[in-house]
Structures are given as C-alpha cells and as structure tokens.
C-alpha cells in the first residue's frame, strides 16, 4: 500500500454514479424481474470503462471499478454465495424513530426513486458456501481489461468487499443456531472473494459500516457493551478471514452510514477505535467531511495508529451537492495531518461512496466529479503547505 510520499495521494470509497440504464437493469433484476444477461454484461462493461476514465480525468490516484457491475456494495455476494433467498424488512434507524417528520420525508423520497434498497436484503435460508471464483474473477479480468484499453494511470488500484458483520447484520439469519456459526460460514466464503483480489494484485477494501451503523441500527435498543461485543466478534472474524493477506494489502473502510440524516444517534468513534485497532490491515478509511464526526480526527493524537498504518481521511462529503472548496479540503487535511503526526500516512479519500447500491446516491453525477477534482486540487494545496514534493 503506497503512503503519500511526495504528494497526498487521493482516493475514494468505491461506489460511483452508475448510469441511468445499468441501473434500471439492476433494480429490475434486484426486483425479481427478468433481465437480459448479455445486455446487463454489455451495459456494466460499458460503464466500468467509462468509470475508469471518469476517475483518471478527476486525477483520482487510488482507482477502482466503481463497483458498476454489482447492484449494491454488499448485496451482490447474493449470487456468488449459496444460502440466501427471500426478504425481510431491516429496522428503522433510531435517529429516523427519533424524528417523525424527518423520516416521513426521508420515506417519501425513497418511495420516489428507481433504486435498489439495502433495507430490504435477503436472507439466509440454508448454509452460506462459496459458490467458486468464477464471478469475481471475471470482475477482476473486467477491471484489468478496462484499464488497458482506456490507458488510465493510477498510482493503484481496489476492489471493494464487505466485511462479514454487515451481511450478518443485514441478512437476517434464519438458519444458523446462533451469530458464531453464521460468521464463521461468512468469513470461510469472504476469504475466497478476499484472496482472489489480493492474489490478483489489487488492494483489498473492506466495507465495514457494520462497526458502527448497527448501534443505531440492529443494537439502538441494547446497552453499548452488547454493541461493542459484536464489533470484537466480527474484527476476530475478519482477522481469520485475512490470515493469508499481508496487512498491507488491506484497507478498512467504516461509517455511521451513507445517508442523510440527524447522525445523533451514531456510536462515537472513541468508543469503537481501540477494538478497530484490533484488525490487522493497513489502513483505515473513517469519514470527517460530514458535521456529525469532523471532529473525530483529534483522536489520533491521542489514540496513535500503529507504526505501519495510514489514514484514510475523508475530506469531501458523499452525500452534498455542495463542491468542497480546495481550500477547505486542504485545511481538513493539514489538521488530520498534524494529528496522525506524518502527513506522508494521510490519503485524502470520500466519506463514502457517491451510489453505494444502483440508484441511491445523492449527489449528481456531475457533481461527483466536480468534488473529486476539487479534493485532488485541496490535496495539492495542502502537500505544499506540508513540506510533500
């Protein structure tokens, strides 16, 4: 994993805008409608290689396929798993129970969108296996053969996976005795997805916002402790997971989750940092655009990363229309910096990611790219006020 040697690198959390019609594909096909494969494979093909272009014009560093051939960042490993089927209805969330109103307007607004939702996931019906490499293998060989044939450069490139807690969270388990057997059959089947990546020579990014949306979520009604028991239990899970994949080669992505709301109901990081510094990957990737956790980034001073780790910081919100000044960006990085300790173990990232299932981002996609240029030219700013390059 590169560190932000000369310069701060830039880089985001995955998802990106999918287009209009990709995504009517994967609502219909999340829906249970029939969909033509060969065009759902045509349309995502098509796309993958316009992301890659759309990220090297935005001067992204640390690039990815925009995960424009899966329907959701998590819900795709329905069909490279067996042992899923039906749905269920997840919780509301306790800031939205908190504030009628706002979640009046919040379920009006999903109500009108073509979208597939994270709150209406499978479940497991039977044993979770792997059902072989064949697919994420051929969303490797998709990405290499975009790369290629866009020329794009970047100084690395990602592929997303989700952490085993957020499909333990979000697919309700009506098969296994209990959480452990459940997470022991998601870590055995995530370690193929996780080593076919690494093996390929990408670097690995868990999607874990199960580390802390489900106190607010699965746990709003249960002491903390009991939250913080199922943090350590995945972290233990995940850490038997990666037991082939140097550290380095793993970077840790968690958040409140990606919508707006009132956030004050969220865990707060000082709570959950010690047990995330359990896990044995290289980086980890928090948010500090949004007004609810910009502040969080002090806790490094006092709560150090080990020696060998970096921060992905976010500095651009993923859920506003506004563009970030390059200014304020560089200001949010030289003040994460400065607490980490070692500007060279910052990379400038995105709080989330901009469509984390196909049709649920907020931001225009224009937009998207208005605010990735505007973090790399704040990156600029704040590496040459930082003594980089």
Known sequence: MRRSEDRILTTHTGSLPRPPELTGLHVRRARGESVDPGELDRLGQEALRWIVN?????????????????????????????????????????????????RRIMEEQLAARQAVSNMGPPKALGPVRYLGRSAVEAEIADFRAALADTGARFVETFITAPSPGIIAGAMKNEYYPGEAEYLRDLGSALREEYEAIVGAGFLLQLDCPDLALERHLSYQDRPLADFLGFVERVVATINDTLVNIPRAAVRLHVC???????????????????????AKVGAFFLPFANPRHAHEYKLFEKMPLADDQILVAGVVDSLTNFVEHPEAVADRLERIAEAVGDPHRVIAGTDCGFDTSAGMGRVAEDVVWAKLKAMAEGARLASARLGLG
């Open 54 to 102: 759309k990220q090297a014009e935005a001067e992204v560093d640390i690039a990815n396929n925009g995960e424009q051939q899966r329907e959701g960042f998590f819900l795709h490993i329905r069909h490279r798993m067996s042992g899923f089927g039906g749905s269920w209805q997840r919780r509301t969330r306790a800031d939205a129970l908190k504030y009628p109103v706002f």
């Open 256 to 278: 409140w989750g990606n919508y707006e709301g009132p956030h004050d109901c969220d865990v707060p990081l000082a709570d959950i940092l010690p047990i995330l510094y359990q």
